[in-house]
DNA sequence: CGTGCTGTTGAGTAGATTCAACTAAGGTGG
DNA sequence: CCACCTTAGTTGAATCTACTCAACAGCACG
């Protein structure tokens, strides 16, 4: 299960076998992490690249008055970190939600890659956009959905990236997020989340035991919040957006 | 004043004359745009990268109910899609809020720049780090803070990007955003934005009249919302946080 | 001199919060 | 093996922040 990262990039672009080899030599150096364990915090400069290969993390600020928001889910073959050398200090954390492995790639691993393998640096650019278009989506949840809206479409979201990287069977994933979690993530209160995913268990949309989720009916769902994954732009899945030009895989890279 | 932009870079790294000269060589083709254009529309193909050299934009997105969520201000020297190429179709809509001087580069004249001038390429990816980093905090703003502070940690974060471009006297700077506007950008009615505004005026913060938005009391407004103006990245301004190591300017632009 | 957009203010309402009590589950140590 | 402790989840009641609806004032524009 380590291919997470090119199961994801291969949803964007075909990959060579060549292509391919590059980015697995690229998980040396694993690394496994317990749950609700800083990876870095606000203010460190930053290192190496971080690659999550396995289990849940986050990027999270607290605010001065205690108050700890969560910015993004980063999920099995997510970058934590795929360009900030740039900058001098991390202006957010990162943590753990359950236990992890985590590939530490030094930058110049990266910088090699994308000399060699155009494929490869035009997938790692489109990473990096769609987690900024992920940012943007979770902006408009905050600003014009309900609760109720809200916590729906955050479980579309992790339903499609997750299926992205082989995650998810039979509509099931793992969900190791507390209520808490959620709530600061949604920017709700925990009371609020936990009456909220009971209505949507009631209305019989999900289920939510031992830490599993389910999707009962995964098209009443996105209706229900109505659901549009084009900013997660993947190309090559079942959840792929129609096009009228479906300038589909073998791209000459340039 | 079409020095925006290399103002901005300069913010972040120190610049040569000739970087500074490949720069101002960018804005060939400037176009004159009115106010409440749409500059992209969500689903357009991206084509040519897009600097706003002068007057306000933002990114929204509309949702099937009619509600409209502005994601990002784009202020002078800001660009619209740097990297946008990579996609195959806008995820979200650009539009003009005050009309505006926007110029059109092709994105082989970025790459152009990007090969022969390290320090300027760095910039650029600083430019893009820090988009996402104002996203962050967007987010943090909207999940973790109430309507006054929202609305005050707004106007501070435009205080800085706009002196960041020279766009600020004493204080005082355009603000051409309608109630409406502030209120589709932090997720509140127009009501509650218009009270929240008396507010801080109440409270002698700031003044807003004819579109200009007076800031009364710098350090009064940034305490009351607790601003931290260290997503920003700002290094040579008189906001720059204090560093460890000032490793400054002059880089040898690896 | 109306028409439309922006801003302002009041009154009633609703969605979400806080506080609080309590249950269930998991882990630890005697 | 069970008492104990901690964390996560659940539910009720009261409260509050922010929303909706509505009316109206100021201003620009044709």
């Given at each position: 299960m380590q291919d997470a990262l090119i199961r994801k990039l291969e949803s964007f672009e075909t990959l060579s076998d060549h292509d391919r080899a590059a980015l697995t030599a690229l998980a040396l150096r694993v690394r496994k992490v317990g749950a609700r364990v800083d990876l870095k915090r606000e203010g460190d400069a930053p290192d190496n690249v971080h690659l999550v290969l396995d289990g849940?993390?986050?990027?999270?600020?607290?605010l001065p008055d205690?108050?700890?928001?969560?910015?993004?889910?980063?999920?099995?073959?997510?970058?934590?970190?795929?360009?900030?050398?740039?900058l001098d200090q991390m202006d957010h954390s990162i943590a753990t939600i359950s236990a992890c492995q985590i590939v530490d790639i030094p930058s110049a691993a990266i910088e090699a890659i994308t000399t060699e393998h155009p494929r490869?640096?035009?997938a790692l650019w489109w990473c990096a956009l769609v987690d900024e278009a992920v940012l943007r989506e979770w902006l408009v949840n905050l600003g014009?959905?309900?609760?109720?809206?809200?916590?729906?479409?955050?479980?579309?979201?992790?339903?499609?990236?997750?299926?992205?990287?082989g995650r998810v069977t039979?509509?099931?994933f793992e969900f190791p997020f507390t209520q808490s979690d959620i709530a600061d993530t949604m920017g709700l209160s925990a009371v609020h989340v936990n009456r909220t995913l009971r209505?949507?268990?009631t209305l019989g949309?999900?289920?939510?035991?031992?830490?599993?989720?389910?999707?009962?009916?995964?098209?009443?769902?996105k209706a229900y919040c109505d659901y549009n994954p084009n900013y997660l732009h993947l190309r090559n899945t079942r959840w792929s957006a129609r096009r009228t030009v479906?300038?589909?895989?073998?791209?000459?890279?340039?």
């Open positions: 849940y993390a986050c990027r999270y600020k607290v205690g108050q700890r928001q969560i910015m993004a889910y980063l999920v099995p073959g997510d970058f934590c970190d795929l360009n900030v050398f740039i490869v640096t035009r014009g959905r309900p609760a109720n809206h809200r916590i729906a479409h955050l479980i579309c979201e992790l339903l499609l990236r997750l299926e992205a990287v039979r509509n099931s209505e949507l268990r949309l999900i289920t939510l035991k031992q830490r599993v989720m389910t999707i009962l009916d995964v098209e009443r769902l479906p300038w589909l895989g073998s791209g000459h890279g340039g």
